[in-house]
C-alpha cells in the first residue's frame, strides 16, 4: 500500500506523528470527563395541575382528561400517562425514542403552548398547570445537613446559606433544598371567642389580605421634587398581625385579632417530605452539574468551599453523604482502569509468551499506541469515561492486537524464509490489508445496532460502540503504517533459522494431520459438530433471561408501604423505629431515610417515587457490598414481622434503566371496580407464590372520605352555600391561606385555622361553627348539616393514553424474574377479563423486549452490510456462505460458559454475542483469504487448504487467546460478567471449530479431494 511504502520511506515523520499520539491521548485522558454511569435522556416531562377540592375521579374526569387531549396533539409523543389523586393531577408525557437531549428542548417549548392552550378548558379552580421539564436532572451530590442540638429552623438557615455560596462554585447548575418546610405564619382563631366576637371570618380573612399588600399611592410634585407618596401601615412583624383591629360589618366595638387567635410562626403541618439521616431530622441539598461540566472537579471544587465556609457553620452542624457521585465515579473509574491494565498486561504476557520478547513487545507497543489514540478520537467524539465506554476498551483490547498479530506474524514467517526486512513488510501488508479492514469494518458492524438504537437501553450502551468504531478502525490504521515500520526496524531472526519450514514442528504436523482426517471423514465431523451445535441450542433455551444486573453499589433501598391514606406523621414513626435496628445492624455504616416520597434522582438510573404521606424509603450504606445479601434479607425479615401492617421491599440498585417491579401486569378497562377486582385476583395469585415479595398495585387502597350531609333546606335559610360550609371545615381542621405575610425577600403564607385540640378532635367537627349571613351572627355547623356519613373512594387513578390501568407489581426474593413471571404468566393469564378489557405485560419483560427491538429493528440492515461486505471481499458467494456458518457454532461456547458459570442471558450477553459474531467472521475471513492465496500460488487444492489452516493457526489462535483472557478482569464485575463470559466462552470454542469446520466447509463446497 502506498500509506505503508510512506511510512517506511518517512521514518521520522511516523515516528513523531507516533510520539504525538501518545502525548495527545495522554492530555486527552486527562481532560475527559469523568461518570459513574453513562448518560441517557430521559424523555419524560411532569404536566402537574392543583384542583383544590376534587375527588380523584373529578381530577381524573375534568382536568387530567383535557391535558392528556393537549399533550396527544404533539406528533413526538410516544405515550402520556397520568396520575390523578384528590386535588393535584400529574400527567406524565413521554417523547419518542428519536428525540435526544438535543432536540427536546424545543419539544417541551411546544408542549407548554398546547398546556396553556387548554387552560381555557379546565374548570374554575383548576390551574395553573405547570411544565416540569427537568424530570431527569440527576442531582450528583446529595447530603444531609443535621444535628441534635439544632432545630429545624436553625438546619434551614444552614441550608440556605449553604445553597447561596455554593451556587457561586464551578460546574454547579441548581441546589435544591430538600425535606423543606416553607415557612408560614399560623392564626389559630378560638371558636368560642370569635363566636362571642360577632365577627364574619370573611372580615379576618379580607384584613389579613390587604393589610400587606404592596400598593401604588403615586407620587407628587413639591417644588422641584418628584416625590414618592408611601402611607404607613404595613405589617412588619408578627406581632403585628395580632395588632391588627377588627370592626364588625355593622360597626360597633372593635378588637384585636390576638384577642381571638394565637398568631405564631412555624413550618406547614403536616410536611410533605421528610429526610432523616442517622436518626436525626436533616434537611437535604441536592445538587446538580450544569451541562457539559465534570462531575468529579464540581465535588472537588464542593468540597474545598466546604472547607472555607467551615468558619461560618454553627459548631455541632454535621453533614452526611447521602450519595457523592464524584467519589463514586473516581473509585469506579480507576476500578476500571485497574481492569483495564490488568487486562493490557494479560495480553502483553500472552503474546511474550507465545510470539517472543520481540514481537511480544512490538505488539504491546502498537496496542498501547491505539489505546492512547483512540483517546484523543473518543474525546473529540464527546465520549466519557464511565463504565461503558471503559468496558469497550478492555472488550475490544484482544480485537486491537488482531491485525499487527497478522502483519508481525507474516513478517516473521517472510524473515525466517529468507526475505530482506522492507520486502517482507510490503508483500504482507499488500497481501492482508484490504481482507483486514473489511473484517475489521465487519467487526465494527456487529455493534452498530447497538449503536444506532434510539431507546434509553440504546443510548445507555451507545459510548460501547463509538469505543470499539474508533478503537478497531485505529487498530487497522496502525497495523498497516506503525507495526510495519517497527517490524522492519526491531524484528530479526537467528540466521540457522533462515530458509527452515517455520510450521515443521510436531505440533503444526500433529494438527495438519488431524485436519487432513477431519476433511476425509468431513460427513462424520459435521454430523457431530450438528449433534453438538442441537444440543447447545436445547441447552441455550433453558439459560436463564434478564435485563441489566443489579449494582455493586455499597448501598440499597428499603421501600415501606403503609396503606394509603396513613399519616406522614404515622409513616415517620415507623421510620424511626426501622432506623433503630437497622443501625444496630453489623456492616450499616449510615441510613438515610425519605418520608412522603422518593429522593431526588442522584443516580440518572434512580426512579424517583412521586409524594405519598404513606410511603418512605430508607437508603441504607454498608461498609462492604458482599455483605448486602445478608442485611438486606434480615432487613426484610424484621419489617415483615414488626410492621405486619406495612409492605416493605429491599432491593438493590440496577445498573442500567429499570424500575421498581420487575414483574408488571397491567390491566386496561373502563369500570374501577372491575379494574380493582381484576387487581386483587392478580395479586392474591402473585402474592400466594413463595418467591415473590413487595406484591402491591399501583392504586393502592381505597381511602376513607367523611362526607357532611347538608341540609339544603337550612342551608338555603342561612344564606349558606357549599363553598362556604367547605371553607368552614378547610379553616377549622387543615387550614386555609388567606393572606401573605412579607419578610425581607421571602413570602410566607398566612393560615387560618382552627387551634391544636380542636383540629385533632374529630369529633369537634359536631361544634364547628360557621357564619350565618341571615342571621349576622356564626351559628354551630350541626344547623345545617343533617349529619356525617363515612365512605371509600379511590385515592389514585392511573391512565395511560388516557385508558384508565391499573398495574400490579412484584419482585422475586431470589433468582431472576423470567423465571418467575414464566410461573405466574399462565395463572394471571387464566383470570376471565369482561369484554373491554386486557392484560398487558409490564415492568423486565417489557423493557427487555423493547431493547432487544430497538437491535432488531436495526440489525438486519447492519448484518446485510456485513454480508454484503464478505461476499465483495472474495466475490464468492460459496466463500460467503462457508464463512457465515461458522457463526451459529458460537452457541455452544455460549451455553457451556453461561451454564457453567450460572449467568444468566440478559442484555449485555446480547451484545456479547453480536460482538462475538464479529470476531468470528474475522477469523474466518483471514483464513479464507490465506486459502486463495495459497490457491493462486498453484498449490494443489488439499494442500492450500492444509497449508493455509496451519499457517493461520497462530495468528487466528492469538488473536483469541489475547481477546478471551483479556476478558478475564471483567469477570469479577456485575454488569459486564455475562459479557464477558459469552465472549471469552464463544470464542474459545467457535475459535477450534473455525479452525477445523472452516477447512471442512470448504472442502465440501468445493469438493477438495484428500490424496
Known amino acids: 500500500m502506498k500509506i505503508t511504502e510512506f511510512c517506511l520511506e518517512n521514518r521520522t515523520t511516523t515516528l513523531f506523528l507516533t510520539a504525538v499520539a501518545i502525548i495527545g491521548g495522554m492530555v486527552a485522558y486527562q481532560n475527559m470527563g469523568r461518570l459513574e454511569d453513562p448518560e441517557f435522556t430521559i424523555k419524560d416531562a411532569l404536566i402537574i395541575t392543583p384542583y383544590p377540592g376534587a375527588s380523584a375521579e373529578e381530577v381524573e374526569q375534568e382536568v387530567s382528561d383535557e391535558i392528556e387531549i393537549a399533550a396527544q396533539q404533539l406528533g413526538q409523543l410516544k405515550e402520556v400517562e397520568s396520575r390523578s389523586e384528590r386535588g393535584l393531577s400529574t400527567v406524565t408525557v413521554t417523547m419518542q425514542d428519536r428525540y435526544d437531549k438535543t432536540t427536546l428542548p424545543q419539544v417541551w417549548d411546544e408542549l407548554r403552548r398546547k398546556i396553556n392552550d387548554a387552560r381555557a378548558n379546565l374548570p374554575p379552580g383548576a390551574g395553573p398547570s405547570l411544565v416540569v421539564d427537568d424530570f431527569g436532572d440527576v442531582y450528583g451530590v446529595f447530603f444531609a445537613i443535621y444535628g441534635s442540638e439544632y432545630t429545624y429552623d436553625e438546619l434551614w438557615d444552614v441550608a440556605k446559606f449553604l445553597r447561596r455560596e455554593l451556587l457561586l462554585v464551578d460546574d454547579v447548575a441548581k441546589i435544591d433544598v430538600f425535606g423543606d418546610r416553607p415557612e408560614v405564619v399560623y392564626v389559630e382563631l378560638d371558636r368560642e371567642r370569635l363566636s362571642q366576637s360577632g365577627l364574619s371570618p370573611a372580615i379576618i380573612i379580607s384584613e389579613l389580605q390587604n393589610r400587606n399588600l404592596v400598593s401604588n399611592s403615586g407620587r407628587v410634585n413639591v417644588g422641584d421634587e418628584f416625590i414618592t407618596i408611601d402611607p404607613t401601615g404595613l405589617v412588619d412583624s408578627v406581632e403585628d398581625i395580632g395588632a391588627i383591629t377588627l370592626t364588625g360589618e355593622a360597626g360597633g366595638a372593635q378588637i384585636r385579632l390576638r384577642d381571638i387567635a394565637t398568631i405564631r410562626r412555624g413550618f406547614v403541618e403536616p410536611a410533605d417530605r421528610l429526610l432523616r439521616y442517622d436518626g436525626n431530622l436533616a434537611v437535604g441539598l441536592a445538587i446538580s452539574t450544569a451541562s457539559g461540566g465534570n462531575v468529579v472537579t464540581m465535588g472537588e471544587a464542593l468540597e474545598a468551599r466546604m472547607r472555607e465556609l467551615a468558619g461560618e457553620i454553627p459548631l455541632g452542624v454535621e453533614f452526611g453523604i447521602v450519595s457523592l457521585q464524584s467519589e463514586s465515579v473516581t473509585v469506579a473509574i480507576n476500578s476500571f482502569l485497574m481492569s483495564l491494565l490488568q487486562a ?145 526496524m526491531f524484528l530479526k531472526v537467528k540466521e540457522t533459522e533462515d530458509g527452515t519450514d517455520p510450521y515443521g514442528s510436531g ?81 450499616v455504616a449510615h441510613v438515610s431515610s425519605v418520608i412522603g416520597g422518593g429522593a431526588p434522582r442522584f443516580l440518572l438510573t434512580y426512579s424517583p417515587e412521586k409524594g405519598n404521606s404513606a410511603y418512605a424509603q430508607l437508603l441504607v450504606d454498608v461498609a462492604d457490598s458482599r455483605e448486602i445479601d445478608r442485611i438486606a434479607a434480615d432487613i426484610q425479615q424484621m419489617l415483615e414481622a414488626r410492621f405486619s401492617d406495612s409492605n416493605p421491599q429491599v432491593r438493590k440498585f440496577i445498573l442500567g434503566p429499570g424500575e421498581p417491579g420487575k414483574i408488571q401486569a397491567r390491566f386496561i378497562g373502563e369500570d374501577l371496580d372491575v379494574l380493582r377486582d381484576l387487581a386483587s385476583q392478580a395479586e392474591a395469585i402473585m402474592g400466594g407464590h413463595p418467591n415473590t415479595f413487595g406484591v402491591r398495585n399501583d392504586w393502592r387502597e381505597r381511602v376513607k372520605v367523611v362526607q357532611p350531609v347538608i341540609a339544603q333546606d337550612a342551608a338555603n335559610l342561612n344564606q349558606i352555600s357549599r363553598k362556604d360550609i367547605a371553607g368552614a371545615l378547610l379553616q377549622g381542621f387543615q387550614g386555609a391561606r388567606v393572606g401573605v405575610y412579607r419578610e425581607g425577600d421571602e413570602l410566607l403564607p398566612i393560615i387560618l385555622r382552627a387551634p391544636e385540640y380542636e383540629r385533632l378532635d374529630v369529633a369537634s367537627i359536631q361544634n364547628l361553627q360557621i357564619w350565618s349571613p341571615a342571621a349576622q351572627r356564626m351559628i354551630p355547623l350541626r344547623q345545617v348539616v343533617l349529619g356525617f356519613e363515612t365512605v371509600f373512594e379511590d385515592d389514585l387513578i392511573l391512565r395511560l393514553n388516557r385508558q384508565r390501568t391499573i398495574t400490579v407489581l412484584a419482585d422475586p426474593r431470589v433468582g431472576e424474574a423470567a423465571p418467575l413471571l414464566a410461573e405466574l404468566r399462565p395463572a394471571v393469564e387464566a383470570i376471565p377479563l369482561p369484554p373491554g378489557y386486557r392484560l398487558e405485560w409490564w415492568g423486565e419483560y417489557k423493557s427487555s423486549n423493547d431493547a432487544r427491538e430497538g437491535l432488531s429493528s436495526k440489525l438486519p440492515l447492519f448484518l446485510l452490510a456485513m454480508v454484503v461486505l464478505t461476499v465483495a471481499l472474495f466475490n464468492s458467494l460459496k466463500q460467503m456462505a462457508v464463512i457465515w456458518l461458522v457463526v451459529p457454532l458460537a452457541v455452544i461456547g455460549v451455553t457451556i460458559g453461561l451454564g457453567v458459570t450460572n449467568q444468566p442471558f440478559g442484555f449485555m450477553a446480547t451484545l456479547g454475542f453480536l460482538s462475538l459474531s464479529g470476531m468470528l467472521i474475522k477469523n474466518a475471513i483471514v483464513l479464507i483469504d490465506e486459502i486463495n492465496l495459497q490457491n493462486a500460488e498453484g498449490k494443489a487444492p488439499i494442500d492450500a487448504v492444509l497449508d493455509s489452516a496451519v499457517s493461520r493457526l497462530r495468528p487466528v489462535a492469538m488473536a483469541a487467546a489475547t481477546t478471551i483472557l483479556g476478558m478475564a478482569p471483567l469477570f469479577p464485575d456485575a454488569f459486564f460478567v455475562s459479557m464477558a463470559v459469552t465472549i471469552a466462552f464463544g470464542l474459545g470454542f467457535a475459535t477450534i471449530l473455525t479452525m477445523v469446520v472452516v477447512p471442512v466447509l470448504y472442502s465440501i463446497f468445493y469438493r477438495v479431494k484428500v490424496a
Do not use: H
Not at 509468551?353 to 478520537?377: D, H, P, R
Open 507 to 587: 505440533f503444526y504436523r500433529a494438527f495438519r494431520g488431524f485436519l487432513q482426517a477431519c476433511i476425509r471423514l468431513r460427513w462424520v465431523t459435521m454430523a457431530v459438530v450438528i449433534v453438538v451445535f442441537v444440543a447447545s441450542v436445547i441447552g441455550f433455551g433453558r439459560l436463564e433471561q434478564s435485563f441489566f444486573p443489579n449494582s455493586t453499589r455499597p448501598q440499597f433501598m428499603v421501600d415501606y408501604w403503609l396503606p394509603q391514606g396513613t399519616s406522614i406523621e404515622r409513616t415517620a414513626a415507623d421510620v424511626e423505629a426501622a432506623e433503630d435496628y437497622i443501625r444496630g445492624i453489623d456492616g
Open 344 to 488: 493490557v498486561g494479560i495480553v502483553i504476557i500472552v503474546l511474550l509468551a507465545f510470539m517472543g520478547a520481540q514481537s511480544g513487545f512490538l505488539i504491546g507497543f502498537i496496542l498501547f499506541l491505539t489505546i492512547a489514540g483512540s483517546f484523543v478520537f473518543m474525546s473529540s467524539a464527546g465520549v466519557t469515561l464511565e463504565r461503558i465506554s471503559l468496558g469497550a476498551l478492555i472488550i475490544a483490547l484482544g480485537m486491537l492486537v488482531d491485525n499487527a498479530i497478522v502483519v508481525v506474524d507474516g513478517m516473521l514467517v517472510r524473515l525466517q524464509k529468507g526475505m530482506e526486512r522492507t520486502a517482507a513488510a510490503l508483500e504482507v501488508v499488500k497481501q492482508t490489508a484490504w481482507p483486514l479492514l473489511g473484517a475489521t469494518i465487519i467487526a465494527v458492524l456487529a455493534f452498530a445496532a447497538i449503536g444506532t438504537s434510539q431507546d434509553s437501553t440504546g443510548e445507555y450502551t451507545r459510548s460501547l460502540y463509538t469505543v470499539i468504531l474508533i478503537s478497531l478502525l485505529l487498530s487497522w490504521v496502525t497495523a498497516v503504517t506503525v507495526t510495519p515500520l517497527l517490524g522492519v
